[in-house]
């Protein structure tokens, strides 16, 4: 097992800072800000632009950037999108994935906005656990929600906001939508949102290879997963008989906020119950169509040789999502050739071939059109 212990605290490194004369053209958060969430958690949010700074590594901003098709770039820069990102399960804000949405933000004029999730990265979690361990679904939810509430309050000036999740944090912000909603329904009945520039539009969410099922095959027996859920309520830090985590989407290689190692025990009792059990039981109930109930617009990537999330388990989910209106966009996306980590994959210089990062990109923006024509 790898060191698992952060050797930075929120208020003294960026993150894709501290990467000294490394060759790498990284570009470096622009500032924290952390917050404290109702239950008492101080996590820690990374935030980049609008000038994308390189860490000494080069910079890229809205003068410097393709900006061609972006009318946006004309405006002031506090009225920039919000993209809010929450990472994956043993992830941080230290991985190729997000340093790739980072560069992208900076070409498309879009702030972005990292959370580390409780428990992950600079981040802290409930006394008594440790390092990724993630016991309680909901809790994590509410944390999301809360994050979505805190960076359109402090970013009040930009136009609109979208919410992006990869695996889990995919699933995360699927869950949130409703208190995202309820949340602003009640700051507009109480008079806090009078004014428009106050108020950032809430675009919709994007998902990618977000955790709604599981392969059958990565099920253990039924005995085993009873003994090791009653486990887990006994020792839900430690890793036993769990997936191993081996973080080469690490960047810079040498960062230190990403888990290494067994998966701890509630961790992996968490994710198991919500794709095997909770995920499929929400959209036989019809509950899916509850909780996403007043959704602007859905994005969903995915790739179809996922070996952990099948296919079919997001496409039942995506089909019984409702949308806000008639005109509301709902798409699905699947990558031929991709499997679960695509998101994390090292991008090939390739012009005739789309992205995942494209397509994202192609659906955000045209989310965010009608606030810049």
Known sequence: MGDNSPNESPSSQLAFGG?????????????????KTSDGVLLNVECFGPNYGGGGNGNINASTADNSMHKRSMHNSDEW?????????????ETWGVQTLVQYCAKHCWRLIVL???????????????????????????????????????????RGFAMCGCSLGGALVSFAVQGILATRRDNSNNGSMTEQHEHPDFYGIALLAPSLGVNPGAIPPSPVVAAL???SFFLPSHGVLTPIEHPTYACPPNSRRNYSGRWPLSTSSMLLDLTSNRVPND????????????????????????????????????DAVPLSSDNGEKMLTVLKGAGHGFFHERLKENKKKKTAFDHLFEYLNRCAKKDFE
């Open 116 to 158: 580390e999730l409780a428990g992950h990265g600079l981040s802290e979690n409930k006394a008594g656990l440790g390092r990724a361990t993630c016991p309680n679904f909901d809790d994590l939810v509410n944390h999301v929600v809360e994050f979505a509430e805190q960076m359109s309050g402090k970013f009040s000036r930009s």
């Open 19 to 35: 990467i000294g004369g490394s060759v790498l053209r990284l570009i470096t958060a622009s500032s924290q800000c952390p917050f």
């Open 283 to 318: 959209v036989v109930s019809g509950n899916v169509q509850q909780t996403m109930e007043g959704l602007p617009s859905l994005f969903v990537l995915m790739g179809d040789k996922d070996e952990i999330v099948p296919l079919q388990s997001v496409l039942d989910w995506f």
């Open 81 to 93: 999108p919000l993209l809010l990102y929450v990472h994956g399960v043993c992830e941080s804000a």
């Open 229 to 231: 859920k009653a486990l």
